[in-house]
């Protein structure tokens, strides 16, 4: 529907985008399967309001939907909560393998069981 108000919209759009940009971005929008976006109906003010966001996504290729956006957030606590647990263990079992020694469990450990 086109009416003043989605008028503009598409206007201020233009303004944030660049007239080169903005009508890729808006294709890009349509049909965007992120569940707010579908819910409302790709209303014009969505596109507006996540205009930068929707030119970043549209530039690389990959739309960014809820269920990304929760994959991501589990991925960076699951790094920040074992990385450091990790980097322990790494550090623990080269120390003991420059001792000439390997820890119950190591790769090392389990690579010698394997060849036997």
Known sequence: MRNAKVNAIL?????RLGVDDA????????????ADY???THAVEFLLRDAES??????????????HAVAVD?????AEVFGPLIAEAEAEQAAAERHGESLPGSLSERNRNAQS
């Not at 206007?11 to 303004?15: K, M």
């Not at 009508?23 to 992120?34: C, K, L, N, T």
């Open 23 to 34: 009508p890729s971005v808006a294709a890009f929008f349509v049909g965007h399967d992120r």
């Open 54 to 67: 929707l030119r970043t996504q549209w530039a690389v290729g990959r739309q960014t939907t809820n269920a």
């Open 74 to 78: 589990r991925t960076r606590t699951n």
């Open 11 to 15: 206007a201020q759009l233009v303004e």
């Open 38 to 40: 579908v819910r409302g």
